[in-house]
């Protein structure tokens, strides 16, 4: 497909991300993973896999050190994930004993950070708990129905174009068309476009994918027509041929049903949200600063 005419699109969810200082080890340990790795056996939580100064490290101590720095491990093999994560945990450690002999956890700011990040680690559990592990597959299929239903059905239009530089040139390939040379053949040998080398064929496309002059003439035409007018874009002159017209299939389940999740997943956390904020005694000292964090909840 060309990349000239059309029209660029984003789309995207919004995430919260939790910021995690990995320790040093983990610099040293980016190799590129395999695709695919075989599932791990199931272990006891309780097993002890290594001490330090008599302290146990258990299997859930590691899973809790590969889920909280999941991150840094992501593009490891399950082998150097597993070491990494004992040597996080181990260094973890040590750096936290030698801060308790020196009295750091003791200061005040300290004190803060740690009640900090025992909030953020129990708005996580409620949020696993009342949010996540409510959400069934059927509702899931059911936002994914209802969202199908709601949205109207859009048309789409298989089309070729033929792209020269000046009007003069679009009305002499018109002439050629009029004159009943194949559109493939005039295209192959005097469009300008990427698509030229498969005779201009731009495939299937929706509203909003091309540039709107293009859009506008490509939709006006009936099915094996071609434009008798050139139509004038910011890349040239266009001589336009539609080959088809259908309504666009919308994405199946299987395709979209994890952006579906995360839109349940979404809307049931705000609505968990608003209602604690409703119960709530909330007094914003600023008055500025109260109207932007009240424009932020709407």
Same mark, same amino acid.
């Given at each position: 497909m060309p990349f000239s005419i059309r029209r660029a699109s984003l789309a995207g969810l919004g995430a919260l991300l939790a910021l995690a200082v990995a320790p040093a080890t983990l610099a040293i340990a980016q190799e590129t993973a395999p695709a695919e790795t075989p599932a791990p056996a199931p272990v006891d939580p309780e097993a002890v896999v290594a001490t330090i100064n008599g302290q146990p490290i258990t299997e859930a101590d590691l899973k809790i050190a590969e889920d909280d720095l999941d991150q840094q491990f992501s593009r490891l093999p399950p082998e150097q994930r597993r070491a990494a994560a004992l040597s996080a945990t181990i260094e973890i450690r040590l750096m936290?004993?030698?801060?308790?002999?020196?009295?750091?956890?003791?200061?005040?700011?300290?004190?803060?950070?740690?009640?900090?990040?025992?909030?953020? =680690?129990? $708005?996580?559990? &409620?949020?696993?708990? !009342?949010?996540?592990k409510k959400i069934t597959d059927e509702d899931v299929r059911a936002r994914y129905d209802k969202e199908m239903a709601d949205t109207p059905p859009v048309n789409?239009?298989? =089309?070729? $174009?033929?792209? &020269?530089?000046?009007? !003069?040139?679009?009305?002499a390939v018109i002439k050629e068309l009029d004159g009943g040379a194949k559109f493939e053949d005039v295209a192959k040998e005097k469009s300008s476009d990427g698509s030229a080398a498969q005779g201009g064929d731009l495939g299937y496309f929706g509203p909003g994918q091309m540039v709107p002059e293009f859009e506008k003439a490509a939709f006006a035409l009936e099915v094996g027509a071609y434009s008798k007018e050139p139509v004038q874009s910011q890349f040239?002159?266009?001589?336009?041929?539609?080959?088809?017209?259908?309504?666009?299939?919308?994405p199946a389940f299987d395709q979209v049903k994890d952006q579906v999740r995360s839109l349940l997943l979404r809307d049931k956390y705000f609505e968990l949200v608003k209602s604690l904020r409703t119960s709530a005694k909330i007094d914003v000292a600023d008055p500025e600063l109260k109207k932007a964090v009240d424009a932020m909840a709407q």
């Amino acid at each position: 497909m060309p990349f000239s005419i059309r029209r660029a699109s984003l789309a995207g969810l919004g995430a919260l991300l939790a910021l995690a200082v990995a320790p040093a080890t983990l610099a040293i340990a980016q190799e590129t993973a395999p695709a695919e790795t075989p599932a791990p056996a199931p272990v006891d939580p309780e097993a002890v896999v290594a001490t330090i100064n008599g302290q146990p490290i258990t299997e859930a101590d590691l899973k809790i050190a590969e889920d909280d720095l999941d991150q840094q491990f992501s593009r490891l093999p399950p082998e150097q994930r597993r070491a990494a994560a004992l040597s996080a945990t181990i260094e973890i450690r040590l750096m936290a004993a030698e801060a308790q002999a020196k009295g750091l956890d003791k200061t005040p700011d300290f004190q803060r950070r740690m009640t900090f990040l025992q909030e953020r =680690a129990l $708005h996580s559990a &409620v949020v696993d708990a !009342e949010v996540s592990k409510k959400i069934t597959d059927e509702d899931v299929r059911a936002r994914y129905d209802k969202e199908m239903a709601d949205t109207p059905p859009v048309n789409e239009v298989k =089309a070729r $174009h033929i792209l &020269v530089k000046t009007k !003069e040139e679009a009305e002499a390939v018109i002439k050629e068309l009029d004159g009943g040379a194949k559109f493939e053949d005039v295209a192959k040998e005097k469009s300008s476009d990427g698509s030229a080398a498969q005779g201009g064929d731009l495939g299937y496309f929706g509203p909003g994918q091309m540039v709107p002059e293009f859009e506008k003439a490509a939709f006006a035409l009936e099915v094996g027509a071609y434009s008798k007018e050139p139509v004038q874009s910011q890349f040239g002159f266009h001589v336009i041929k539609v080959e088809d017209k259908r309504a666009k299939q919308p994405p199946a389940f299987d395709q979209v049903k994890d952006q579906v999740r995360s839109l349940l997943l979404r809307d049931k956390y705000f609505e968990l949200v608003k209602s604690l904020r409703t119960s709530a005694k909330i007094d914003v000292a600023d008055p500025e600063l109260k109207k932007a964090v009240d424009a932020m909840a709407q």
